[in-house]
């Protein structure tokens, strides 16, 4: 069984930092594209991040582009999303996403259908 848990999310001020982290277990984590998905509160779901299965290529979405690096450590099963320079806007439940298949790379949401619990982001002074 596919199990995606995010940790790290909290209460930052505006301009400060979070890592996100998401420990994977219930498949081989290196073969699979992985990606970070938000809901800001009444909004609809947003793309942030993906990275490729063997971490060689990455994208993001031009709200989070250069503030937000993506990384994953496949030795630790685990997905990272670090976030600088945070801004009110940045405030959303982020989701650890996994694609269904082995594909090289997706940034297709539709292609992602495992997603963890989500961990919330509060940018706030």
């Known amino acids: 069984e596919v199990q995606l848990v995010e940790s790290g999310g909290g209460l930052v001020q505006p301009g400060g930092s979070l890592r996100l982290s998401c420990a994977a277990s219930g498949f081989t984590f290196s073969n699979y594209v992985m990606s970070w998905v938000r809901q800001a509160p009444g909004k609809g779901l947003e793309w942030v991040s993906a990275?490729?299965?063997?971490?060689?290529?990455?994208s993001y979405a031009d709200s989070v582009k250069g503030r937000f690096t993506i990384s994953r450590d496949s030795a630790k099963n685990t997905l990272y999303l670090q976030m600088n320079s945070l801004k009110p806007e940045d405030t959303a439940v982020y989701y650890c996403?996994?694609?269904?298949?082995?594909?090289?790379?997706?940034?297709?949401?539709?292609?992602?259908?495992?997603w963890g619990q989500g961990t919330q982001v509060t940018v706030s002074s």
């Open positions: 996403t996994k694609a269904d298949t082995m594909v090289v790379f997706t940034t297709t949401p539709t292609d992602f259908g495992s």
């Open positions: 990275i490729s299965s063997g971490g060689g290529s990455t």
